[in-house]
Antibody
Framework: EVQLVESGGGLVKPGGSLRLSCAASGFTFSSYTMNWVRQAPGKGLEWVSSLSRNSDYIHYADSVKGRFTISRDNAKNSLYLQMNSLRAEDTAVYYC?????????????????WGQGSLVTVSS | EIVMTQSPATLSVSPGERATLSCRASQSVSNLAWYQQKRGLAPRLLIYGAATRATDIPARFSGSGSGTEFSLTISSLQSEDFAVYYCQQYNNWPPTFGQGTKVEIK
């Protein structure tokens, strides 16, 4: 059974930093692109960042580019999100998500499995 | 960035009835997914490639459409289907979601 468990969320002041972790199990972690998606309270879903299985392809949403860094440790089956210069608008539940079935070209994928989420609150 | 627009925002349906949710893309996409999110839980993948059901998704869920117009149909609503549904294009970076359609009990 695929399991993704996020941790590291909490309350942080504007301008502060936080590091989220996602522990993966039930699949070969090193074979899949991993993602972070967030959801502000009462709002919809926003994709944040993606990291390919060998860390050679990285994408960020414009809203977090230059402030957030995605990384992974395949030996530890773990995904990370380092968040710096946090703002009030970064307040959200952050989900770790694994790629789902790729399209016929093998380039694009939906988000097939999601963790339970970790709440990040940025407030003074 | 491709903008995804879902309609209606809220759909009131009686158990056993059929529900049809719409999703429109601001430009043509070929990779479209639908997710279900129940209150307090993570989203769950229902449909990918516009029309393929994900693993363990009941046959009452079906997706259709192409280009810029897509739909999700729930043929006979069960109590566990009342939730928020999101469409997502994953054709272009960044992947983008619609704002969601809430399916509520009538």
């Amino acid at each position: 059974e695929v399991q993704l468990v996020e941790s590291g969320g909490g309350l942080v002041k504007p301008g502060g930093s936080l590091r989220l972790s996602c522990a993966a199990s039930g699949f070969t972690f090193s074979s899949y692109t991993m993602n972070w998606v967030r959801q502000a309270p009462g709002k919809g879903l926003e994709w944040v960042s993606s990291l390919s299985r060998n860390s050679d392809y990285i994408h960020y949403a414009d809203s977090v580019k230059g402030r957030f860094t995605i990384s992974r440790d395949n030996a530890k089956n773990s995904l990370y999100l380092q968040m710096n210069s946090l703002r009030a608008e970064d307040t959200a539940v952050y989900y770790c998500a694994r790629e789902g079935p790729r399209d016929s070209n093998g380039l694009y994928y939906p988000l097939g499995y999601w963790g339970q989420g970790s709440l990040v609150t940025v407030s003074s | 960035e491709i903008v995804m627009t879902q309609s209606p925002a809220t759909l009131s349906v009686s158990p056993g009835e059929r529900a049809t949710l719409s999703c429109r893309a601001s430009q043509s996409v070929s990779n479209l997914a639908w997710y279900q999110q129940k209150r307090g839980l993570a989203p769950r993948l229902l449909i990918y490639g516009a029309a393929t059901r994900a693993t363990d998704i009941p046959a009452r869920f079906s997706g259709s459409g192409s280009g810029t117009e897509f739909s999700l149909t729930i043929s006979s609503l069960q109590s566990e289907d009342f939730a928020v549904y999101y469409c997502q294009q994953y054709n272009n970076w960044p992947p983008t979601f619609g704002q969601g359609t809430k399916v509520e009990i009538k």
